[in-house]
């Protein structure tokens, strides 16, 4: 579905990713993992194109995407959920929803709010309630919902349980095991080791903009050197 190949981006004189390379088979959840700066942002923003100075080849469903615009990849279907949610603060929920609606596309889950309600019950309760009048938990739901109202074939989803209360947590992760079931396609950067082992297939570990590791979460879990090195804090 996604193949990144010798990624490179920069901003600026600043080099901050050096020949990345992951990839995502359809219907698999995989988890970008690193510390904070370690580059997991930028990689999902360069994938999207919102990165000026990006190089390297990017593939989605076929199509080459590498040089294509933020809207050209996005009509393509794939979705990205940013980790500052950028929800409608004045618009409802409801209203929130429809600003993601697109046609259904072949290959993809089909999701309409009645559907999204039933992954996100919280969501359910308040249809009319303004985007601002939400907690960030909520509001990470509605982000998410959104995007998922474009039915696309992929979603990047960047840090989804980033300063969520753990109650809120579990819930995300019983929602992207959802996800899955219905054969959407995520990937997914995290800090947190724990929460992506509950959700992901494989991973790849970022640090410094340098891909250090990439395979099934078992092998992660098993490999103490890579996480000592590269993810303890």
Not at 5 to 15: C, F, I, K, S, W
Not at 17 to 20: K, R, T
Not at 106 to 114: D, I, K, L
Not at 193 to 197: K, N, S, T
């Given at each position: 579905?996604?193949?990144?190949?010798?990624?490179?981006?920069?901003?600026?004189?600043?080099?901050i990713?050096?020949?990345?390379a992951?990839?995502?088979?359809?219907g698999?959840v995989?988890?970008?993992?690193?510390?904070?700066g370690?580059?997991?942002?930028?990689?999902?923003?360069?994938?999207m194109?919102?990165?000026?100075?990006?190089?390297?080849r990017?593939?989605f469903?076929?199509?080459?995407i590498?040089?294509s615009a933020?809207?050209?990849?996005?009509r393509?279907?794939?979705g990205?959920?940013?980790e500052?949610?950028?929800?409608?603060t004045?618009?409802?929920?409801?209203?929130?929803?429809?600003?993601?609606r697109?046609?259904?596309r072949?290959?993809?889950?089909?999701?309409?709010?009645?559907r999204?309600?039933?992954?996100?019950?919280?969501?359910?309760?308040?249809?009319g309630r303004?985007?601002g009048?939400?907690?960030?938990g909520?509001?990470?739901?509605?982000?998410?919902a959104?995007?998922?109202?474009?039915?696309?074939?992929?979603?990047?989803?960047?840090?989804?349980?980033?300063g969520?209360?753990?109650?809120?947590?579990?819930?995300?992760?019983?929602?992207?095991?959802?996800?899955?079931?219905e054969?959407?396609?995520?990937?997914?950067?995290e800090?947190n080791?724990?929460?992506?082992?509950l959700?992901?297939?494989?991973?790849?570990?970022?640090?410094k903009?340098?891909?250090?590791?990439?395979?099934?979460?078992?092998?992660?879990?098993?490999?103490?050197?890579?996480?000592?090195?590269?993810?303890?804090?």
């Open positions: 579905m996604l193949t990144v190949e010798a990624l490179n981006a920069y901003y600026g004189r600043a080099h990713l050096s020949d990345v992951l990839q995502a088979g359809r698999e995989v988890a970008l993992i690193g510390r904070n370690a580059g997991k942002s930028t990689t999902f923003k360069s994938i194109g919102l990165v000026d100075d990006r190089r390297g990017i593939t469903a076929g199509n080459d590498s040089r933020p809207h050209e990849i996005a393509l279907g794939l990205y959920v940013p500052d949610r950028r929800i409608f004045d618009l409802t929920v409801m209203e929130n929803l429809e600003v993601g697109q046609r259904p072949e290959g993809a889950p089909e999701w309409t709010p009645e999204l309600f039933t992954l996100f019950p919280n969501l359910a309760e308040m249809r303004l985007g009048g939400m907690s960030g909520e509001q990470q739901m509605l982000t998410i959104r995007t998922l109202m474009g039915n696309p074939l992929a979603i990047l989803l960047d840090e989804p349980s980033e969520l209360a753990p109650r809120i947590v579990e819930m995300m992760a019983h929602a992207i095991i959802g996800l899955k079931a054969g959407q396609t995520i990937i997914l950067s800090q080791l724990h929460f992506a082992g959700v992901s297939d494989r991973a790849h570990v970022i640090e903009g340098r891909i250090r590791f990439g395979g099934t979460m078992r092998e992660l879990a098993a490999d103490e050197a890579v996480r000592r090195a590269y993810l303890t804090l």
